[in-house]
């Protein structure tokens, strides 16, 4: 893969100013069906990753996946700092010792939504950033098995992750807080799967750039 680890001080940076740009939409989306800390909560691991940035991006792939996974797990807080930092941690788990290419990484990131899956006991539907993470790891793998050029590839992912996002709108929530508010919650987007949708974007936007 052409892509190293020395993008990582930007792939930070820019996660961390989308996150910052849209702090409001997310906040209210928060609020409306949980309880409001889904910006601080991210807020907390993206300002922990921008301290190690540069030390992150000495490492290989897998070794770089854990520590973020790592930092996200102790700092972020809130169910989302858990199930982000099973994500990183568990695509670290099994990209480790293999030759990255697309199709291994489409691999490794399938496996860590599963993890994610398994961490949260819950799947695609039920109006969580499932619903982002689950469409776009099969994407992935879709259009590695397929050979798509890495630029389509990359397009059509933010593609996915919006139309996921979206989809959560008219879902009723049976996972996280916002299952509390039962059919209240229908006709809000989910709070973590507009964040995973701004942060697959970014990520897509530095690669593509
Ligand atoms: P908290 O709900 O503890 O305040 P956050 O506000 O940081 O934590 O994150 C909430 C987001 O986490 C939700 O919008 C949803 O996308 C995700 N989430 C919560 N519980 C689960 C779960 N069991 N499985 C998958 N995602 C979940
Ligand atoms: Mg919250
Ligand atoms: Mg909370």
């Known amino acids: 893969m052409s892509f190293t680890p020395s993008l990582l001080p930007k792939l930070i940076e820019t996660v961390t100013e989308t996150i910052i740009k849209n702090a409001g939409e997310i906040t209210a989306l928060d609020q409306a069906i949980g309880d409001g800390d889904h910006v601080t909560n991210l807020q907390r691991g993206l300002t922990a990753l921008m301290a190690q940035r540069s030390e992150i991006s000495q490492l290989d792939w897998p070794a770089a996946w854990?520590?973020?996974?790592?930092?996200?797990?102790t700092s972020v807080g809130g169910a989302s700092g858990s199930l982000y930092g099973t994500l990183f941690v568990a695509m670290s788990k099994s990209a480790a010792g293999k030759?990255?290419?697309?199709?291994?990484v489409a691999e490794a990131f399938a496996q860590a939504v599963e993890a994610v899956k398994h961490r949260g006991k819950s799947d695609v539907?039920?109006?969580t950033m499932l619903d982002v993470l689950v469409p776009v790891a099969?994407?992935?793998?879709?259009?590695a098995a397929v050979s798509l050029p890495l630029s389509a590839l990359l397009e059509q992912t933010k593609q996915v992750a919006i139309t996921g996002m979206e989809s959560t709108r008219d879902m009723l929530a049976t996972k996280g807080r916002a299952s509390f508010l039962g059919e209240r919650t229908r006709g809000h987007i989910d709070a973590g799967a507009m964040s995973s949708q701004l942060v697959i974007c970014a990520l897509v936007d530095v690669l593509l750039a």
């Open 125 to 127: 539907g039920e109006k």
């Open 99 to 104: 030759d990255l290419n697309v199709q291994s």
């Open 66 to 73: 854990q520590k973020i996974g790592m930092t996200v797990m």
């Open 138 to 143: 099969k994407h992935l793998q879709d259009a």
